[in-house]
Structure formats: structure tokens, C-alpha cells
């Protein structure tokens, strides 16, 4: 049995030549393209060594404005504490002030009512004397009139007799009269002292609302000058901060570069 004859192999093609190789990219030609696909020419090395003198004055005018920044925060936090004490200091010399001028009205009002009792004791005293007396004297009166005998005018002897003397009660009335005049003038007396504690009290409580008042208006006055050192710090600070414009306006002549600060 004979088997099928091989038909004859195609004649072999030749191998396709190798595709160009790209250039390689280790080094660069002078000019690059960037990957939004503009142009950017390599800087050469006077060129770098501006820019990196222009960073670093840019950047050293950074830490000198940064040093005046932070002297100034730092003298603005020493103010705000100082005032705080001050005013610490004054909140308390007011509370100081007014207990003591609490105590000192505490104190004339218990010697005003200790005085007050003490004239109500002794109107009471010479009250009850006065009584006393009235009602010995009418006693008196009362017992000589029931136990003298009664005799007829005839009876008695015609022979002239001395006046008698003037009985003593005239004496008694001018002695009450006295005490009496006594009482009301050491009642007088009493208002008067009382008015001028009073007074002396409104005049203490007039100087302690005045020297209140004068410490609040110079709390307010110290709180207002602080207010305008703080806006006129925060009015002032821009002009440090906001040099970034010149900086940039620098950085643009300069080569367009940007330090670390202004990032």
C-alpha cells in the first residue's frame, strides 16, 4: 500500500527588520518638552546658581519677617497678660472696697440702734419716775386733806400768823421740768447725732460709688486702649504678612521660582 506523497513546504520568508530603537533619555537634549507638551529650555548652571541666590535671599527675608512676626505676638500675648493683672488687681480692690464699706455701714448701724436702746431705756426711766412722783404727790394730797382735823374758822385764835412757806411741790415741778428739759435735750441732742451718722454714711457710700464708678470707667478705658492696640497690631500685621506679592513679583524677575514659605 502505497502512502500519500508530501506536497512540498512554501519557500520560507525572510524575517522582518527590527523596529528603530527610541533615543535614549538619561541625558536629555538642551530642549525638553514639558508634559503639557510647551517647550522649557535647560537652565545652565549661572542661571541655577541665580536662582538658588534668589531663593535663599527670599528665603532669609522669610525668617527675618517671620523673627518680627513672632516678636510681635509674643509682645501683644506679654500686653494681654499685664492687662489681665491690671485688671484683675482693680476688680479686686473694688470688692475690697465695697466690703469694707458693707462693714463699716454694718458697724454704724449697730451702734446707731445700740444708742437708739439705750435712749428708749432712759425715756422709759424717767417715764416711770415722773409717774412716780405724780402719783406720790397726789397721794400726798390726798392723805393731808382726809386726816387734818376740821375746825371752825371762830375757833382759831385771832393772832396774826407768818405766811407759811410756799409749799414744795412748786420745787418738784421745776426739778421735772428740769429733767424733762434734760430728756429733750439730749433727745435733740440724739437726732442730731443720728443725722450727722447718716449723712457721714451717705457721704461714705457717695465716695464708694464714685471710686466704683471711676474704676469702671478705667477698666473700660483700659479695655478700649487695648481693643485699639490689637486693631492697630492686626492693621499693621498685613503689611508683613502680605509681602508675598512682592515676593512673587521678586520670584517672577527672578526666574519664577517659589520658596518654602510661600508654600
Known amino acids: 500500500r502505497s502512502s500519500p506523497r508530501a506536497s512540498p513546504s512554501p519557500r520560507a520568508s525572510p524575517s522582518p527588520s527590527p523596529a528603530p530603537k527610541s533615543p535614549s533619555t538619561a541625558h536629555p537634549p538642551a530642549t525638553s518638552t514639558a508634559p503639557n507638551g510647551t517647550t522649557r529650555p535647560k537652565k545652565t548652571p549661572e542661571e541655577l546658581e541665580a ?48 466690703a469694707e464699706r458693707r462693714e463699716g455701714e454694718r458697724r454704724r448701724r449697730e451702734r446707731s440702734e445700740a ?19 405724780i402719783t406720790s404727790r397726789s397721794w400726798d394730797h390726798s392723805k393731808v386733806s382726809s386726816t387734818a382735823p376740821s375746825i371752825r374758822p371762830s375757833a382759831l385764835p ?26 429733750e435735750h439730749k433727745d435733740d441732742e440724739q437726732v442730731r447725732r443720728e443725722k450727722e451718722v447718716k449723712k457721714a454714711g451717705e457721704e461714705a457710700a457717695r465716695r464708694a460709688a464714685e471710686a466704683a464708678r471711676e474704676a469702671r ?12 492696640r490689637r486693631a492697630r497690631r492686626e492693621s499693621e500685621r498685613p503689611a508683613v504678612v502680605k509681602g508675598r506679592g512682592s515676593r512673587r513679583a521678586d520670584g517672577e524677575g527672578g526666574g519664577g521660582g517659589r520658596s518654602r514659605w510661600e508654600d
Request: charged share 50%; proline share 5%.
Open 217 to 228: 470707667e478705667c477698666a473700660a478705658r483700659e479695655a478700649r486702649e487695648k481693643e485699639e
Open 158 to 183: 385771832r393772832a396774826r400768823t407768818p405766811s407759811p412757806p410756799p409749799p414744795t411741790t412748786h420745787e418738784s415741778r421745776y426739778a421735772e421740768d428740769e429733767i424733762w428739759d434734760q430728756v
Open 115 to 133: 444708742l437708739q436702746a439705750d435712749i428708749d431705756r432712759e425715756r422709759a426711766k424717767n417715764a416711770a419716775a415722773k409717774l412716780s412722783k
Open 51 to 98: 536662582l538658588m541666590a534668589s531663593m535663599r535671599l527670599k528665603n532669609q527675608r522669610a525668617e527675618e519677617r517671620k523673627k518680627v512676626v513672632d516678636a510681635e505676638r509674643r509682645r501683644a500675648e506679654e500686653e494681654g497678660r499685664e492687662d489681665e493683672v491690671r485688671v484683675r488687681e482693680e476688680r479686686e480692690r473694688v470688692v475690697r472696697e465695697e
